[in-house]
């Protein structure tokens, strides 16, 4: 079978896949397509320099910045190809890697535009903050592994169980004959407001989410309450408000010590 390309929104595609979002687009009308997944094997580069793309990504209109499924096309170079569709709200397909959700395929595009009626959805403020509260733990996590690591180096693999007992000796005056003992000594004394903050690091953080002409903020210690709603980043309290201005000046996804992550436009964690 000779299987045809087309240009769909600026990219070469498949036209199947095009006949696909195109169905999806008459049963789910609030949508938007961005091209995800190209691919470059076996394809004239002459004629496709930047490959053809046989995935979709899908965004709700009122929230442009955080997808909310994933069409795509496999086997496309075969008489039949399959149809498929990766969304956390699908329940009862099988897992997919990365953060997107579960995956359902079919060789029967109606098959397909039948589960996408049904799961592309606006995503809830906890679902959107879920996917995207990997990066940001991550970014914890490696401050207090690297001060665990940092004390291992300095002073012995035990340190958890040492460290009152060597600020206890230091300020009750006692000199340590043994010089190693007494360099780690010191080195907890030196470094005292840093390991406090890092050992065990794992700060307050708000997630801020900016959709559908509203901002929606919470506390993470405060994660089974509602939501707070404001009109406008404007809007939002003085200590959020600073932090995320530095966050919009920053490159998305740096992480910014005592300040938070910005992972779009639409989706920030903000350090208490």
Known sequence: MTYKISLYDGVHTYD???????????????????PHDY???????????NGVYYGFRVYHKSDVNNHIATLQVTDYTTDKPKYGITCININDGRNSYG?????????????????AKKVLKPFTFDQIADRHRQQFRNNIDSLS????????????????????????????GYTPKNEKFKRMMQYIIDNK??????????????????????????????KNDTPHKVASKDALPDDIKGKLFV??????KDFVEDIGLKENDGAYWIIA
Request: hydrophobic share 30%; aromatic share 12%.
């Open 99 to 115: 953060i997107d959700g579960q995956h359902k395929y079919s060789i029967h595009v109606k098959n397909m535009i039948k589960i």
């Open 193 to 222: 407001e840093k390991i406090d903050k890092y050992r065990n690091y794992n700060p307050d953080h708000y997630f801020v989410l900016v959709k559908d002409g509203e901002v929606q903020y919470r506390l993470n210690s405060l």
């Open 145 to 172: 592994n690297g001060m665990r690591w940092e004390l291992r180096q300095n002073t012995c693999d035990g340190y958890e169980h040492l460290i009152t007992d060597w600020e206890n000796l230091y300020h009750l």
């Open 16 to 34: 199947c896949l095009i006949d696909y979002l195109n169905q999806v687009k008459q049963v789910v009308p609030d949508i938007v397509f961005k």
């Open 247 to 252: 966050l919009d000046i920053t490159d998305d």
């Open 39 to 49: 691919n470059t094997w076996n394809i004239d580069k002459k004629i496709y320099p």
